[in-house]
């Protein structure tokens, strides 16, 4: 039996790179730069809830991208700082 995500792509299709925070807007969103300089939405689910206190502007996060919507990302981890400018 083959496991499907949500969006229809296996784990692997997914990309994991790092983002900078850029300001939180919602409870669990926040604007985001992508190591391209494109922004982006980043949300943190409920598996990463303990994040979201943790999570503050400039910080890095590594994230979870489908490479078909570059517009959202999940927040999945911390970062190290040495990842982008």
Do not use: W
């Amino acid at each position: 039996m083959k496991q499907h995500s949500i969006s229809g792509l296996y784990p692997s299709q997914y990309i994991i790179t790092t983002c900078r925070i850029k300001e939180r807007f919602a409870p669990t969103a926040f604007r985001a730069a992508l190591p391209n300089g494109k922004l982006t939405v980043a949300f943190v689910q409920k598996p990463e809830q303990h994040l979201l206190e943790q999570i503050q502007p400039g910080q890095h996060v590594q994230v979870s991208i489908s490479p078909a919507d570059l517009d959202r990302a999940r927040i999945i981890a911390h970062a190290p700082n040495s990842f982008l400018p």
